[in-house]
């Protein structure tokens, strides 16, 4: 590493709470899908930021929004009435079944929201004390006290923050049976990624959904479904859960929403947005004009540029190729799995060698759950990028 390198490194050491365990990489520059570090040299970035910068780095029709919005208005509360956030609303509402939507500034502030909405709605609309809230193990939902209850992980994400507040219930993945056990009149909601991100690109088994759609009738919880990371087109669909024909009562959305600048929703049917009423719920930045201008502008592209078509298809040939590699290394790679542009290239062995070389090869990706080559590139990455991807991993599982 360079000397530049070595003193950015010491400042973070010296200045930042020690919560990180970053990449041996710093970034200068960012644009499209390459990341420059601090002496111009060019990455190719297979993670846009965890699945954020969707649209590309630094986008220049989303600059414009910005200036243009930042010398308008940027923020007066939401005191205030504001066609910015209309405007979103209004886009978001119409790629979806939901009927109402709440601004937040996070993904766990969304999830955060939902659970409460999930809450207060048996409460108050069902009049039932039903407040529990089951998700599954391996789930990611965000770091807040609920949403770390929430995740199904053990380790440090939870240790040390006890007392953890009650009403939460981990069952293994994609175990119907281990759901019904778990479930109750006290069951508030059942609340699923359609593919869990952090736990290792697993997407939900159609059967698994279909039951909890039986469930849902039989028992009258509500579905929750965690978007955060599986939204606004990664998945090949604008959302994931429009793959299994599911109706959510309450889905999350944050990440992609406003390419990079923070931004959260969590959207819900009619009848189960009955669950809040002035003064339940708040935030003091959420849905400001300028986020909310360039998260419609987001919409726009995405849809102008059909961006879920697009993830979908270089999904089907990207794990096509995947398919390959493995039959070429099988002692090395299990196969590819993942939906539209959240992808990940199972290895037979701990891959952080394999991470660090292609680091080194100056291409960015991620790795979970110790074998899991996590991919979620920016939705406008070009086929010969991912190409490139797949030759130079091949080269490194070589040497
Ligand atoms: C990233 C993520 C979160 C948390 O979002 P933050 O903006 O980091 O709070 C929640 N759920 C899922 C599925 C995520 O991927």
Same mark, same amino acid.
């Given at each position: 590493? /360079?000397?530049?390198?070595?003193?950015?490194?010491?400042?973070?050491?010296?200045?930042?709470?020690?919560?990180?365990?970053?990449?041996? =990489?710093?970034?200068?520059?960012?644009?499209?899908?390459?990341?420059?570090?601090?002496?111009? #040299?060019?990455?190719?970035?297979?993670?846009?930021?965890?699945?954020?910068?969707?649209?590309?780095?630094?986008?220049?029709?989303?600059? !414009?929004?910005?200036?243009?919005?930042?010398?308008?208005?940027?923020?007066?509360? #939401?005191?205030?009435?504001? *066609?910015?956030?209309?405007? =979103?609303?209004?886009?978001?509402?119409?790629?979806? @079944?939901? @009927?109402?939507?709440?601004?937040?500034?996070?993904?766990?502030?969304? *999830?955060?929201?939902?659970?409460?909405?999930?809450?207060?709605?048996?409460?108050?609309?069902?009049?039932?004390?039903?407040?529990? %809230?089951?998700t599954l193990q391996q789930s990611f939902h965000?770091?807040?006290?609920?949403?770390?209850?929430a995740t199904g992980q053990?380790?440090?994400?939870? @240790?040390?923050?006890?007392?953890?507040?009650?009403?939460? /219930?981990t069952?293994?993945f994609? #175990?119907?049976?281990? =759901? &019904? !056990?778990?479930?109750?009149? *006290?069951?508030?909601? %059942?609340m699923i990624e359609?593919?869990q991100?952090e736990g290792?690109?697993?997407?939900?088994?159609?059967?698994?959904?279909?039951?909890? &759609?039986?469930?849902?009738?039989?028992?009258?919880?509500?579905?929750?479904?965690d978007?955060?990371?599986?939204?606004?087109?990664?998945?090949?669909?604008?959302?994931?859960?429009?793959?299994?024909?599911? %109706?959510?009562?309450?889905?999350?959305?944050?990440?992609?929403?406003? #390419?990079?600048?923070?931004?959260? +929703?969590?959207?819900?049917?009619?009848?189960?947005?009955?669950?809040? $009423?002035?003064?339940?719920?708040?935030?003091?930045?959420?849905?400001?004009?300028?986020?909310?201008?360039?998260? +419609?502008?987001?919409? !726009?592209?995405?849809?102008?540029?059909?961006?879920?078509?697009?993830? +979908?298809?270089? $999904?089907?040939?990207?794990?096509? $190729?995947?398919?390959?590699?493995?039959?070429?290394?099988? @002692?090395? %790679?299990?196969?590819?799995?993942?939906?539209?542009?959240?992808?990940?290239?199972?290895?037979?062995?701990?891959?952080?060698?394999?991470?660090? +070389?292609?680091?080194?090869?100056?291409?960015?990706? *991620?790795?979970?759950?110790?074998?899991?080559?996590?991919?979620?590139?920016?939705?406008?990455?070009? &086929?010969?990028?991912?190409?490139?991807?797949?030759? $130079?991993?091949?080269?490194?599982?070589?040497?």
């Amino acid at each position: 590493m /360079t000397a530049s390198f070595d003193t950015i490194r010491d400042r973070e050491q010296s200045l930042m709470m020690q919560t990180y365990g970053r990449y041996p =990489l710093a970034v200068s520059k960012a644009q499209g899908c390459t990341l420059f570090d601090l002496e111009g #040299n060019e990455y190719l970035d297979l993670l846009s930021g965890i699945a954020v910068c969707s649209l590309g780095h630094s986008r220049p029709e989303l600059a !414009d929004v910005m200036a243009e919005q930042a010398r308008k208005m940027v923020h007066v509360s #939401n005191l205030f009435y504001q *066609n910015e956030q209309l405007d =979103l609303a209004e886009k978001l509402l119409d790629t979806c @079944d939901a @009927d109402r939507v709440f601004f937040s500034n996070s993904g766990a502030e969304a *999830n955060e929201g939902a659970i409460k909405l999930a809450r207060r709605y048996m409460r108050k609309v069902r009049q039932t004390d039903a407040a529990e %809230v089951i998700t599954l193990q391996q789930s990611f939902h965000g770091r807040t006290l609920s949403t770390l209850t929430a995740t199904g992980q053990e380790g440090p994400i939870k @240790d040390g923050f006890d007392p953890l507040p009650p009403g939460f /219930t981990t069952v293994p993945f994609a #175990n119907v049976e281990a =759901l &019904k !056990d778990a479930l109750s009149p *006290n069951t508030a909601a %059942v609340m699923i990624e359609m593919v869990q991100g952090e736990g290792g690109v697993r997407p939900l088994p159609h059967e698994y959904v279909e039951a909890l &759609k039986e469930l849902r009738k039989e028992y009258g919880f509500l579905i929750i479904v965690d978007e955060v990371q599986t939204g606004m087109c990664r998945t090949g669909r604008f959302w994931a859960h429009q793959h299994y024909g599911l %109706v959510p009562d309450i889905f999350t959305s944050a990440k992609a929403l406003a #390419n990079g600048l923070p931004m959260g +929703a969590v959207l819900a049917t009619e009848e189960v947005a009955k669950g809040f $009423e002035p003064g339940s719920h708040a935030t003091t930045f959420g849905g400001g004009a300028l986020v909310s201008a360039v998260a +419609a502008k987001v919409i !726009d592209i995405m849809r102008h540029d059909k961006l879920d078509q697009r993830a +979908a298809q270089l $999904e089907e040939w990207f794990k096509l $190729e995947a398919t390959k590699l493995a039959q070429r290394h099988p @002692d090395k %790679v299990k196969g590819a799995r993942g939906l539209g542009l959240l992808l990940g290239i199972e290895l037979t062995f701990e891959g952080k060698d394999v991470w660090k +070389a292609l680091l080194d090869r100056r291409i960015v990706c *991620n790795l979970t759950q110790g074998n899991i080559l996590r991919l979620v590139p920016p939705l406008i990455i070009e &086929k010969e990028d991912l190409k490139r991807f797949l030759k $130079e991993l091949e080269e490194v599982l070589e040497a």
